[in-house]
């Protein structure tokens, strides 16, 4: 339409301008960051700690978590009546009192109350879904363990590692995250056999 010698000079318009394609492969997100609820309490936490803000309650769904329900008969029978050996047990009494230490250190944070309590509550989802099923269905031991391994410890460690990877406190680990496994078993919120038919 132009020609072969048309020439286009003195333009503005406030960006490129080309007769033809412009490619440019800087792009710039201005979105703001996309934070999940973990990431956000987990940050949270950080500046409660290092601003030493202290929360002297404890909230309500860690009380839940916390309190030993009726009929609890403990950790070692639990797990004696799942068909744990001694050694198996003498591991998880470990692990529970591991976790027991730093929810205790961190117990005056309400941040990490709320890390806590959540990471108890989807604790207790998957073994409820994964795992309970199997116990019922009086599956053997090592499938029960890798139905525990794979889609409760797995998933909830996929996520400290994702959403809490800036944590510099909690620092939980898979032992920690088996730790909060037997918390809950040994105030009978977990159970290893099905009681209903004794």
Same mark, same amino acid.
């Given at each position: 339409? =132009?020609?072969?010698?048309?020439?286009?000079? !003195?333009?503005?318009?406030?960006?490129?301008?080309?007769?033809? !394609?412009i490619?440019?492969n800087? @792009?710039?997100?201005?979105?703001?960051?996309?934070? $999940?609820w973990?990431?956000?309490? =987990?940050?949270?936490?950080? %500046?409660?700690?290092?601003?030493d803000?202290?929360? +002297?309650?404890?909230?309500?769904?860690?009380?839940y978590?916390? $309190?030993?329900?009726?009929?609890?008969? /403990? %950790?070692?029978?639990?797990?004696?009546? /799942? /068909? &744990?050996? *001694? +050694?198996?047990?003498n591991?998880?009494?470990?692990?529970? %009192?591991?976790?027991?230490? *730093?929810?205790?250190?961190?117990?005056? @944070?309400?941040s990490?109350?709320y890390?806590n309590?959540? %990471? =108890?509550?989807?604790?207790?989802?998957? =073994?409820?879904?994964?795992?309970?099923?199997?116990?019922y269905?009086?599956a053997?031991?090592?499938?029960?363990?890798?139905?525990?391994?794979?889609?409760?410890i797995?998933?909830?460690? !996929?996520?400290?590692y994702?959403?809490g990877?800036?944590?510099?406190y909690? &620092?939980?680990?898979?032992?920690?995250?088996?730790?909060?496994?037997?918390?809950?078993? /040994?105030?009978?919120?977990?159970?290893?056999?099905?009681? +209903?038919?004794?």
């Amino acid at each position: 339409m =132009f020609g072969d010698n048309y020439k286009q000079e !003195n333009i503005n318009a406030g960006r490129d301008v080309a007769g033809g !394609n412009i490619i440019n492969n800087n @792009y710039i997100n201005n979105y703001p960051e996309k934070v $999940t609820w973990y990431q956000r309490r =987990f940050r949270k936490l950080a %500046l409660e700690i290092e601003q030493d803000e202290r929360y +002297e309650k404890t909230i309500d769904d860690l009380v839940y978590y916390n $309190t030993i329900l009726d009929g609890s008969i /403990g %950790l070692e029978k639990k797990l004696q009546d /799942g /068909g &744990c050996s *001694k +050694e198996e047990i003498n591991c998880a009494i470990r692990q529970k %009192l591991k976790f027991a230490k *730093k929810q205790e250190k961190y117990k005056y @944070y309400q941040s990490a109350q709320y890390i806590n309590s959540h %990471l =108890f509550a989807e604790i207790l989802l998957k =073994f409820n879904d994964c795992v309970k099923p199997l116990i019922y269905s009086k599956a053997d031991k090592v499938e029960i363990l890798k139905a525990v391994s794979n889609n409760v410890i797995a998933p909830i460690l !996929n996520k400290l590692y994702t959403e809490g990877a800036d944590d510099d406190y909690l &620092c939980y680990d898979a032992e920690d995250v088996y730790g909060m496994v037997y918390y809950l078993t /040994g105030s009978c919120h977990i159970n290893w056999k099905n009681y +209903e038919n004794v």
